[in-house]
């Protein structure tokens, strides 16, 4: 059981973990809050991307800099605690020689080289607490969605959005597709976006759309996070507008989804954030390099005109891609206006 303090501290270790100035990279997103033997807080800390101070260690550093010891204290961790000296020195065994008596943990390392530490502190006769309560448990989750998918695919985490009519139009028969959806739905993109740290898109969403994919507020400005931008295809499109504070711009002349998501995750990328049009979505279901798809569905009909999914090669209904419904919730406009969002993810084969 967490006392309320610790509560408390995982709380702020999560948020300080999700700093949106930290780099996106191969590494995961951590924080780390110390408290003292009544519970008061000693000193915080967070990873700020591959080869920083991990979180504990900036915590330790932080409360040793501050003249606060941890003697005796509790280390409350999003993340189990490293036992490898990789980049940086192992933080398991910095929290033992810190004399930490009592370690909280809201999610274990599926990371070999770094996994152990909940049993190294174990061993050590540190009190450890590694269940959470679930909405914390999960914070910590999504936290590390990207990255843990990494490590058990080799290849980034890949969310595809699409918005849609009822009929099933990703744009009207003159090609018109701006916008189908309303602006609650426009303005879930844009999180969508910072959330991911790459928007990929096809060439010819390029040349069709000129999008600047950036992470905007509703009221145009930057948000702090943005992602790369990468256009796949081997077709030529007019450069990215140049966005001051934009994400880089990438090209990747491939039709492969395989060719391209291995050099994203070659480049430090973990999660995709897919928005091209009906073609190159259907590459990347076909290719089953989709892990989660997100469809705004707006109560709109256009009869004619693109479907929003390309040629799936499927010929007959045994051969169809199902998908499992895991979510639908409104997003409603302050108009009123309101479309469904649907996420969906493909069913294991
Ligand atoms: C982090 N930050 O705060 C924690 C991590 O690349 P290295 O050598 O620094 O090691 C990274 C591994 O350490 C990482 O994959 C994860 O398993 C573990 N914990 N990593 O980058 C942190 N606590
Ligand atoms: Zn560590």
Do not use: Y
Request: contains cysteine; glycine residues 10%; aromatic residues 2%.
């Amino acid at each position: 059981m967490l006392t309320e303090a610790e509560h408390r501290a995982l709380r702020r270790a999560l948020a300080i973990a999700a700093d949106p100035a930290a780099p996106p990279g191969p590494n995961p997103r951590v924080g780390c809050v110390l408290l003292d033997p009544d519970g008061h807080m000693i000193a915080e800390g967070h990873h700020r991307g591959a080869g920083s101070a991990h979180a504990e260690a900036a915590a330790l550093e932080h409360a040793a800099r501050a003249g606060r010891p941890a003697l005796g204290g509790t280390a409350v961790v999003t993340l189990e605690p490293c036992t490898h000296q990789g980049r940086t020195p192992p933080c398991a065994q910095a929290l033992l020689a810190a004399g930490i008596a009592r370690v909280v943990i809201a999610r274990p390392d599926p990371n070999p080289v770094a996994a152990g530490g909940i049993r190294l502190l174990q061993d050590a006769g540190v009190e450890l607490i590694d269940q959470v309560p679930d909405e914390l448990a999960e914070a910590a989750a999504a936290l590390t969605r990207g990255w843990e998918h990494g490590h058990a695919h080799g290849r980034p985490l890949v969310t595809a959005k699409t918005a849609l009519t009822l009929d099933g139009r990703a744009a009207a028969a003159d090609g018109s597709s701006r916008w189908i959806t309303g602006p609650a739905a426009r303005e879930e993109v844009h999180r969508l976006r910072t959330d991911c740290d790459t928007v990929l898109i096809g060439t010819g969403t390029a040349r069709a759309d000129h999008p600047s994919l950036t992470a905007r507020r509703s009221d145009g400005t930057l948000l702090p996070r943005q992602p790369l931008r990468a256009v796949m295809g081997t077709g030529t499109f007019p450069p990215l507008p140049a966005v001051p504070g934009a994400g880089e711009a990438l090209t990747l002349a491939t039709h492969d989804p395989s060719a391209a998501l291995a050099e994203l995750f070659t480049r430090g990328r973990r999660h995709v954030l897919l928005e091209g049009g009906p073609t190159l979505l259907a590459a990347f279901l076909r290719a089953r390099a989709v892990d989660e798809l997100i469809i705004h569905l707006a109560p709109t009909l256009l009869g004619a005109g693109p479907t929003g999914v390309g040629d799936l090669r499927i010929t007959t209904l045994t051969e169809r891609l199902d998908l499992d419904l895991v979510d639908v919730a409104p997003l409603t406009s302050p108009d009123g206006r309101t479309d469904l969002r649907l996420t969906l993810h493909p069913r294991a084969a």
